[in-house]
Structures are given as C-alpha cells and as structure tokens.
Antibody
Framework: EVQLVESGGGLVQPGRSMKLSCAAS????????MAWVRQAPTKGLEWVAT????????YYRDSVKGRFTISRDNAKSTLYLQMNSLRSEDTATYYC?????????????WGQGASVTVSS | DIVLTQSPALAVSLEQRATISCKTS??????????MHWYQQKPGQQPKLLIY???NLASGIPARFSGSGSGTDFTLTIDPVEADDIATYYC?????????FGAGTKLELK
C-alpha cells in the first residue's frame, strides 16, 4: 500500500523558517517524481513545487521561488520542503504527493497533510 | 499560467447524473495525451485521484465516474450519483508549469 506521511508542521512566526518532511513507503520512491501541494483554510488546491525522480530538476510556483526548496533523499525514501522567510499567506495544509511520470505527470497519491500556520 | 474554470457548485438528486465541467485557457493536450486530471476531496480529507489523462479511471475508483473531453473542454460525469459522492471536485492540468487547479465544484444534494 502506498503511504505518504508528512511531518514538521506547526505554528511559526512571519519571517522564520520551517522544514516539512514526507516519509514514503509501499513503492519504489526513486522511480517517481514528487510534489508539494497546499491548501489554505477554506480555499482550493495550489501546486507549490515538484522534484524529479533523481532530484536533478526542480520547479516552483513564482510566489515561493527563492524562499522554498524542495529536495529528496532516495536512500531514506523521504521528501522535504524547506520553507524560509515565511509569510502569513503561506498558512495552509501542505500535502506531499507522488507524481507519475507515465500517466501524464498526474499526482496519484497524497499524504494526509501537514498544517502550517504563519502568525505572530 | 493556464487558468482552469469550474462552476462553484452543482445540485443533484441521488441516482441522477452529475456533469461537472472544466474549461482551460489554453490547450492542455500534447501528442495525443490530455494532461487533465480530476480529484475528489471530502471535508477534512486529502484529495483523491479519480481520473487521469482526461478519461482514464484511477485504480479502485467506481465505474460510475468517467471523464471526457480534449483540448480546452473537459467533463467529469458521475452516473448515478450516490450519497458518498457528495464532495468537492477539482480539475488540474499538468501540461505546463505552474501546474494549476480549478477552483473546485461542490457537489450538493438537491
């Protein structure tokens, strides 16, 4: 069974940093791209960043470019999102997702989400 | 960025057909593949993949869900609607970065 388990969320002050982790199991992690998608309270879904299967390529939405870094450790089957210079508008539930290369890059598995609140 | 437009809500009766549309600001097809996907989200839960590449049913999803369309016009159909289908449905394109989602269509009971 494919499992994605996020951790590392919580309350953080504006301008500070936070790192999210996503532990993957039930599939060969190094064969898949991975992505982060967020959802602000009562709002819709917003793609944040994607990383290729081997970590050689990364993509970000403009609003997080230069502040967030997506990375992965294939030996540990773990995905990360380092978030710096956090803003109130980054408050959201952050979902770790698996990206299927052969199925139109669809995000076919989702974690339960990690809540991040940016507030003083 | 590619903008995806969905109606905010749809009221439907149980055992009837629900049709949810998604229109994109640009063509999301490439080499015969539609980079359009559909997700279901219930309150307090993570999204779940229903349909990928426009019309392919994801693993474990009941056959009463189907997807159609190409280019800039896509449709998710639920027939017949069951009580468990009451949720918000999102379309999403993966043709170009940034990946974008529609605002979601909330399926409600009439």
């Amino acid at each position: 069974e494919v499992q994605l388990v996020e951790s590392g969320g919580g309350l953080v002050q504006p301008g500070r940093s936070m790192k999210l982790s996503c532990a993957a199991s039930g599939f060969t992690f190094s064969n898949y791209g991975m992505a982060w998608v967020r959802q602000a309270p009562t709002k819709g879904l917003e793609w944040v960043a994607t990383i290729s299967y081997d970590g050689s390529s990364t993509y970000y939405r403009d609003s997080v470019k230069g502040r967030f870094t997506i990375s992965r450790d294939n030996a540990k089957s773990t995905l990360y999102l380092q978030m710096n210079s956090l803003r109130s508008e980054d408050t959201a539930t952050y979902y770790c997702t698996r990206s299927s290369i052969i199925r139109g890059r669809v995000m076919d598995a989702w974690g339960q989400g990690a809540s991040v609140t940016v507030s003083s | 960025d590619i903008v995806l437009t969905q109606s905010p809500a749809l009221a439907v009766s149980l055992e009837q057909r629900a049709t949810i549309s998604c229109k994109t600001s640009q063509n999301v097809d490439n080499y015969g593949i539609s980079y359009m996907h559909w997700y279901q989200q219930k309150p307090g839960q993570q999204p779940k993949l229903l349909i990928y590449e426009g019309s392919n049913l994801a693993s474990g999803i009941p056959a009463r869900f189907s997807g159609s369309g190409s280019g800039t016009d896509f449709t998710l159909t639920i027939d017949p609607v069951e009580a468990d289908d009451i949720a918000t449905y999102y379309c999403q394109q993966s043709k170009d970065y940034p990946y974008t989602f529609g605002a979601g269509t909330k399926l409600e009971l009439k």
